[in-house]
T-cell receptor, first 111, second 112 residues
Framework: GEDVEQSLFLSVREGDSSVINCTYT??????LYWYKQEPGAGLQLLTY?????DMKQDQRLTVLLNKKDKHLSLRIADTQTGDSAIYFC???????????FGTGTRLQVTL | DTGVSQNPRHKITKRGQNVTFRCDPI?????LYWYRQTLGQGPEFLTY????????KSRLLSDRFSAERPKGSFSTLEIQRTEQGDSAMYLC??????????FGNGTRLTVT
């Protein structure tokens, strides 16, 4: 079955880079996503990468994909206090293209 | 603006009561999804519609749950005879083709 795993917590200082990691099991994943969730809110799409890509950069965000190891990471450069949230990794598989989510990584940004 | 409106934002109900949530996409999208998120967990897939057809249901969707999308636009999710274990955030999302899912802000259900 499909499984997506993330570390639960990450603390960084404001201005440093954050790296949030994710591993998945389904080698047939077509797209991999990063979503951000602030308290009491829904999920906000941050970025996504197609499975035939290794890297995608979007302003302060860099996504790296290692298909061989089924490892996905999200790097946030110059982390700000407004980046404090829970970050979810997700993958799509199958004809329904429904998403399977990890348990989320809580990012805490300290001054 | 996520393009998806969910109502109500919060619902508190007593165990055994029925509840209904509504999802209104702002514009037309062929696929509509329902997810459930319990505290400390990622969202879990419940069901999805392509236009008005319900094409897949998760094992999480017990007989007490029913979802409809009568005209292929808005959708409703009803839970009958609610149980405390139904307490969660219920999220609606929309999608066209291979585009990413865009989520609404969810309905938080508390069953007392």
């Amino acid at each position: 079955g499909e499984d997506v795993e993330q570390s639960l917590f990450l603390s960084v200082r404001e201005g440093d880079s954050s790296v949030i990691n994710c591993t998945y099991t389904d080698s047939s994943s077509t797209y991999l996503y990063w979503y951000k969730q602030e308290p009491g809110a829904g999920l906000q799409l941050l970025t996504y990468i197609f499975s035939n890509m290794d890297m995608k950069q979007d302003q302060r965000l860099t996504v790296l994909l290692n298909k061989k190891d089924k490892h996905l990471s999200l790097r946030i450069a110059d982390t700000q206090t407004g980046d404090s949230a829970i970050y979810f990794c997700a993958e799509t598989y199958g004809t329904a293209s429904k998403l399977t989510f990890g348990t989320g990584t809580r990012l805490q940004v300290t001054l | 603006d996520t393009g998806v409106s969910q109502n109500p934002r919060h619902k508190i109900t007593k165990r055994g009561q029925n509840v209904t949530f509504r999802c209104d996409p702002i514009s037309e999208h062929n696929r509509l999804y329902w997810y459930r998120q319990t505290l400390g967990q990622g969202p879990e897939f419940l069901t999805y519609f392509q236009n008005e057809a319900q094409l897949e249901k998760s094992r999480l969707l017990s007989d007490r749950f029913s979802a409809e999308r009568p005209k292929g636009s808005f959708s409703t999710l009803e839970i009958q005879r609610t149980e405390q274990g139904d307490s969660a955030m219920y999220l609606c999302a929309i999608r066209d083709g291979n585009s990413p899912l865009h989520f609404g802000n969810g309905t938080r259900l508390t069953v007392t």
